[in-house]
T-cell receptor
Framework: GAVVSQHPSRVICKSGTSVKIECRSL??????MFWYRQFPKQSLMLMAT?????????EQGVEKDKFLINHASLTLSTLTVTSAHPEDSSFYIC???????????FGPGTRLTVT | AQRVTQPEKLLSVFKGAPVELKCNYS??????LFWYVQYSRQRLQLLLR??SRESIKGFTADLNKGETSFHLKKPFAQEEDSAMYYC??????????FGTGTRLQVFP
């Protein structure tokens, strides 16, 4: 149980285009979803926290107009990287939590490459 | 500010040797601490949490409030233990604050 999926697993896009990444909790209802960014050989950096049906809370330094987060249902959150630039290339990881322990279950990540 | 520190980027040991991955935290209240593991090409997964005082895959971690530490230990390392290990603290808003991670390499 407690499986989180991400789609796509990897994506290559051209500079200036937008990319949408989906995060789904497959077998539980996720009241909260988190989006992280991981640079090569570095730790996970929390970008934003989203609760179902409400606006996401962004961490300091993360541009909310660039990284649009939608959490429309208890099983789906999306991250849209708008007007992507090469510096947005990274590994994006989502996690979902729900239930009494609030444990976070992590998705497999999405590798974004902007050319 | 709440912070989690993992001083070692890389720890290399031979199979059968004891392992200790260090983690220190800065938090004035009662911390809620976790160890996560990320095997090569796999997702991050929870290894253990301090409140359950469990032993998973032979790993244990004891919270030492006096030293503000939560070091991960295993008496006899195995090759399959090679992975990235992250110490994390859950803050008052349920966000996880991760350390920078330690890569454990276990040589045969």
């Amino acid at each position: 149980g407690a499986v989180v999926s991400q789609h796509p697993s990897r994506v290559i896009c051209k500079s200036g285009t937008s990319v949408k990444i989906e995060c789904r909790s497959l077998d539980f209802q996720a009241t909260t979803m988190f989006w992280y960014r991981q640079f090569p050989k570095q730790s996970l950096m929390l970008m934003a926290t989203s609760n179902e049906g409400s606006k996401a809370t962004y961490e300091q330094g993360v541009e909310k107009d660039k990284f649009l987060i939608n959490h429309a249902s208890l099983t789906l959150s999306t991250l849209t990287v708008t007007s992507a630039h090469p510096e947005d290339s990274s590994f994006y990881i989502c996690s979902a939590s729900g239930g009494p322990t609030y444990e976070q279950y992590f998705g497999p990540g999405t590798r974004l490459t902007v050319t | 500010a709440q912070r989690v520190t993992q001083p070692e980027k890389l720890l290399s040991v031979f199979k059968g040797a004891p392992v200790e991955l260090k983690c220190n935290y800065s938090y004035s209240g009662s911390p809620e601490l976790f160890w996560y593991v990320q095997y090569s090409r796999q997702r991050l997964q929870l290894l253990l949490r301090h409140i359950s005082r469990e032993s998973i895959k032979g790993f244990t971690a004891d919270l030492n409030k006096g030293e503000t530490s939560f070091h991960l230990k295993k008496p006899f390392a195995q090759e399959e233990d090679s992975a990235m290990y992250y110490c994390a603290h859950r803050d008052d808003t349920d966000k996880l604050i991760f350390g920078t991670g330690t890569r454990l390499q276990v040589f045969p």
